[in-house]
C-alpha cells in the first residue's frame, strides 16, 4: 500500500505516515472560524468529575448487599449541607446523604442526582460503611412471592 502526503508529496523514502497520525501544526490546529458563545461548553458540565474519580478508581463497590433496588436512609436525618458532621465529605457523598432523609432506592438517587448506578453503589456502599447511611436489604423469601410478582406484572402492564 502506498499513499502521498497531503501536500501531494511522496514520502521521504523508508518513511510511512498514516495520514491522521501526521503532526498538525498549530496554524493548522486553531484555523477556521472562532467559535460562537453557543459552542463554548457550559462550565456547568465541564466541572464534572469522571466517574472514576469520583470512586477512587473502583468499578465495583465492595458491600454485595447493595443492588439498584436496596432501600437506604440516613442515619441522622435533619443534616444541612454545611453540617459540621458532612464538611469531611465530596459535594456527591453530601448530596446522598441529604437526599437520603427519606428511604430512597439506590437507583432512585441515582437518578436524582443523576449518577451512574455502578458510581452510586460504591458511594452508597463507602457512606454505609462510614456510619452516615443504613441500608435496608429485603430477604429473598420475599422477593419470590407470586403476589409480589404478580403485583409487579400488573403495575408494569398499567404503565406500558
Same mark, same amino acid.
Given at each position: 500500500?502506498?499513499?502521498?502526503?497531503?501536500?501531494?508529496?511522496? $514520502?521521504?523514502?523508508?518513511?510511512? %505516515?498514516?495520514?491522521?497520525?501526521?503532526?498538525? &501544526?498549530?496554524?493548522? *490546529?486553531?484555523?477556521? $472560524?472562532?467559535? &460562537?458563545?453557543?459552542?463554548?461548553?457550559?462550565?456547568? %458540565?465541564?466541572? /464534572?468529575?469522571?466517574?472514576? /474519580?469520583?470512586?477512587?478508581?473502583?468499578?465495583?463497590?465492595?458491600?454485595?448487599? %447493595?443492588?439498584?433496588?436496596?432501600? /437506604?436512609?440516613?442515619?441522622?436525618?435533619?443534616?444541612?449541607?454545611?453540617?459540621?458532621?458532612?464538611?469531611?465529605? &465530596?459535594? @456527591?457523598?453530601? #448530596?446522598?446523604?441529604? !437526599?437520603?432523609?427519606? $428511604? !430512597?432506592?439506590?437507583?432512585?438517587?441515582?437518578? *436524582? !442526582? *443523576?449518577? *451512574?448506578?455502578?458510581? &452510586?453503589?460504591?458511594?452508597?456502599?463507602?457512606?454505609?460503611?462510614?456510619?452516615?447511611?443504613?441500608?435496608? /436489604?429485603?430477604?429473598?423469601? @420475599?422477593?419470590? #412471592?407470586?403476589?409480589?410478582?404478580?403485583?409487579?406484572?400488573?403495575?408494569?402492564?398499567?404503565?406500558?
Amino acid at each position: 500500500m502506498h499513499w502521498k502526503e497531503p501536500d501531494g508529496e511522496e $514520502p521521504a523514502p523508508g518513511v510511512q %505516515i498514516r495520514p491522521y497520525l501526521r503532526a498538525v &501544526t498549530p496554524a493548522e *490546529q486553531f484555523a477556521g $472560524p472562532a467559535p &460562537t458563545p453557543e459552542a463554548t461548553l457550559d462550565p456547568a %458540565i465541564t466541572d /464534572v468529575p469522571r466517574p472514576f /474519580v469520583l470512586t477512587s478508581g473502583r468499578v465495583a463497590g465492595t458491600d454485595p448487599s %447493595i443492588s439498584l433496588e436496596t432501600q /437506604v436512609t440516613a442515619r441522622h436525618p435533619g443534616l444541612s449541607w454545611d453540617s459540621p458532621g458532612l464538611s469531611r465529605l &465530596t459535594p @456527591e457523598m453530601r #448530596n446522598i446523604v441529604l !437526599l437520603c432523609a427519606e $428511604p !430512597l432506592s439506590v437507583a432512585e438517587v441515582s437518578a *436524582q !442526582l *443523576q449518577l *451512574q448506578l455502578g458510581v &452510586t453503589k460504591v458511594l452508597v456502599g463507602d457512606l454505609r460503611a462510614a456510619g452516615y447511611l443504613d441500608v435496608h /436489604v429485603r430477604h429473598g423469601a @420475599e422477593s419470590f #412471592n407470586p403476589d409480589v410478582i404478580l403485583r409487579v406484572i400488573d403495575g408494569l402492564s398499567a404503565i406500558s
